[in-house]
């Protein structure tokens, strides 16, 4: 439930040095790596995002409080999953670990009369245009004996926070507007505007010693002060602890990472590439945030997924790793989402800690469908299906749904592809469940898909498109890819215009640098380029290739991807890193798989490694290869422009395997696929197409 991070309001975060940008280069706002304090609750990685989180600031201060909000330079940073460390320039080492619910701060002054740690509740939000978040009520309490509390609600969702700091002879007392309330115990603020808000929180003082220690312990609830004791009681004070609850604490949380990153584990690459992929792995699963038992919204217990941000980001590639990895997880989202529904109305694209309409509506539509299609052609357990399916079919009604219902079309056109698609997912658990007309009525509305395309140039139709044009969107990986593919003239014409779009035999794109103006911006987008893994619409376009006869191709632009688009140092991520959606996008190729989100299905292409293995359960799927050739690795130590490895058969678990994919049981089964490989294509997986609606499938490589 909890992160925390230096803070300097600085964007996208809240950590660094950026402003906004989303052409060209980004902007400093900053010539130097600063921090005011630290913060709580932030986004990881989503795109261009306002106001996400940033609450309760802790600041250690030296200073008088006048001083509270200026930002000191870090230096010496240390970052491991569940920690952080930096040092002020103030001359304060700043340590913090988080647990469930709980965050721990640990301090380390210099010799000082009258040193400070002061907390902010009226903190939140980012240091850019239109990105402060001001709460719009608020109480805090000084309990006494280092413990304190409060309560912001801030944009409707009520967040409360009990603190305990352990430091004898530290006084503490509240503050309001940067002055110290002498003797109060309690402030209370109503109806609080941006024009009139003055900050306010609680504050620790007193002397230290060279090098002496202070630990703050915080523990969050969104369900009441306390509530949010009970939390930090469980987890920094257990039964037999007695003392410090920094270590305690990071200890668990060390723990519970290593388990999660050993679920996948690769062998052979070379040493950057390791470290990018155990990176990416990491980055997969810090979203989206659960907070069991504390949905403020309703008053049951249970999982409470309040950071999906957004399923447009995290449903193609994200969701499908998080089931395979973290399968009790993953059935807490779907609980989570149908909840949502229930109370709500409709299942959210994105759900944040947030009240309101504010649901990225515009993104996409229906996309929870394909998680759950999947969950229930998984056998995922303790889900009520046939409640699951009421809400799947209902949710086809609403916003862009009544449209489409009515004329099999809606714009943007993307919406009508998002539609069709969840019209056949839903179809498939209707059919399981056997309610065989209501299957039969969604699968005649799927084929809606092909009223978005435009016969003469195998491509969407002109209309409106989010974040990107109707190229990008154009190779979805639909439930017919098959009529999609004859729609537009056949297997040639498919692979021209996906190679016109990869860029093959063109000439170089040079990048915009900064402050990109408008006529450079729109030559670059009349090319019709891809333009990178930098955003969602169009990550699986490389695996469109399977659909046509031509992994080789997939190969090729997988390879080059893999090589020349993720490093390990700053800008080591080709675009934002979308809530973990690029990153597993990065394990899943690193693997050689693809998961076609909503048909239970995943494609095959090159690994880029000699030997990998995904943990599910009690089970292992492993993939090993004969015939890999390691990326070579120049003087710098990065790797350097590898041969194009090509797949020239496969087995699954000792039997030839002459399609390009295996289904999602195969995998969560536990099995082997071994791949061997070549420096040329072959003729492997140009015979037999993955699986589409109007074509018989393939016969099943899993067991009756």
Not at 101 to 111: I, L, M, N, Q, S
Not at 287 to 300: I, L, T, V
Not at 476 to 487: G, P, T, V
Not at 623 to 645: K, M, Y
């Amino acid at each position: 439930m909890v992160s925390a991070c230096a803070y300097s309001g600085a964007y996208p975060t809240g950590y660094g040095r950026y402003s906004k940008n989303t052409e060209g280069r980004p902007l400093k706002m900053f010539d130097r790596l600063q921090a005011s304090g630290f913060t709580h609750f932030q986004q990881s990685g989503t795109g261009a995002i306002r106001k996400y989180y940033n609450y309760i600031r802790v600041t250690p201060m030296v200073q008088q409080l006048d001083a509270l909000g200026q930002a000191w330079p870090l230096r010496d940073e240390v970052a491991e999953p569940g920690y952080y460390a930096a040092t002020l320039d103030t001359g304060v080492r700043c340590e913090i670990t988080v647990g469930e619910k709980v965050a721990v701060h640990r301090y380390t002054f210099p010799e000082h009369t009258n040193a400070r740690v002061v907390i902010d509740l009226s903190c939140g939000g980012l240091g850019i245009e239109l990105g402060r978040t001001v709460p719009l009520r608020a109480h805090a309490e000084s309990l006494g004996n280092g413990h304190c509390q409060g309560t912001v609600v801030m944009e409707g969702v009520p967040l409360s926070v009990h603190a305990d700091l352990d430091s004898p002879g530290w006084r503490q007392m509240l503050w309001y507007d940067r002055r110290l309330i002498d003797g109060g115990t309690r402030l209370d603020f109503d109806s609080i505007r941006h024009t009139t808000l003055r900050p306010f929180g609680m504050l620790y003082m007193g002397p230290t010693a060279a090098g002496q220690t202070v630990e703050i312990r915080l523990g969050f609830s969104l369900r009441g002060c306390e509530q949010a004791r009970r939390n930090l009681e469980r987890e920094c004070t257990p039964a037999g602890h007695d003392g410090p609850a920094f270590d305690l604490v990071r200890e668990a949380t060390r723990k519970r990472w290593v388990d999660h990153l050993g679920r996948v584990q690769v062998e052979g690459g070379s040493p950057a590439r390791r470290t990018v992929f155990a990176t990416a792995l990491y980055h997969s699963m810090i979203k989206p945030c659960f907070a069991d038992d504390e949905s403020p919204f309703w008053p049951n217990s249970g999982p409470f997924a309040f950071d999906v941000c957004t399923m447009w980001d995290i449903y193609k590639t994200q969701l499908p790793l998080l089931t395979a990895i973290a399968p009790r997880r993953a059935r807490d989202l779907l609980e989570s989402l149908i909840r949502v529904c229930e109370e709500e109305g409709n299942f959210p694209i994105g759900y944040r800690m947030a009240r309101g309409a504010d649901r990225f509506f515009r993104q996409a539509s229906a996309l929870a469908h394909t998680v759950i299609a999947d969950a229930h052609a998984l056998g995922l357990p303790d889900l009520d299906w046939n409640w699951a399916l009421v809400h799947m079919v209902d949710d086809l009604r609403r916003m862009y749904g009544e449209d489409f219902f009515e004329h099999g079309v809606v714009h943007p056109i993307s919406h009508t592809l998002d539609l069709a698609y969840a019209h056949y997912c839903t179809a498939q658990v209707a059919r399981a469940l056997n309610d065989v007309h209501l299957a039969d009525d969604l699968e005649r509305r799927s084929a809606g898909w092909r009223n978005a395309f435009d016969p003469q140039t195998g491509l969407l139709r002109d209309s409106e498109f989010y974040e990107g044009g109707k190229w990008n969107y154009s190779f979805r990986l639909l439930h017919d890819m098959a009529a999609r593919i004859a729609l537009g003239g056949g297997d040639e014409a498919f692979v021209a215009n996906l190679d016109k779009f990869f860029g093959f035999d063109a000439p170089p794109v040079f990048q915009p640098g900064r402050r990109p103006q408008g006529p450079e911006m729109r030559a670059g987008y009349a090319l019709n380029r891809f333009e990178g893994l930098n955003n969602e619409p169009d990550m699986e376009a490389p695996w469109a290739y399977h659909y046509a006869g031509r992994p080789d191709r997939t190969a090729e632009v997988v390879s080059s991807a893999l090589t020349w688009m993720f490093g390990t140092g700053a800008g080591g991520l080709p675009g934002n890193d979308d809530s973990g959606g690029l990153s597993s996008w990065y394990i899943w190729a690193s693997l050689g798989l693809f998961p076609v989100a909503g048909q239970n299905l995943f494609l095959v292409n090159a690994p880029a490694f000699a030997r990998g293995a995904v943990k599910i359960n009690d089970r292992e799927f492993v993939v090993e290869t004969s015939g890999h050739i390691e990326t070579p690795i120049g003087a710098d130590g990065l790797d350097h422009d590898p041969p194009p490895q090509y797949v020239q058969s496969v087995t699954l678990n000792g039997r030839e395997l002459d399609a390009t994919h295996i289904g999602g049981g195969d995998i969560h089964r536990g099995g082997h696929l071994h791949v061997k490989l070549g420096p040329q294509p072959s003729s492997w997986g140009r015979r037999i197409r993955p699986p589409s609606a109007s074509a018989p499938p393939v016969t099943s490589m899993e067991p009756q």
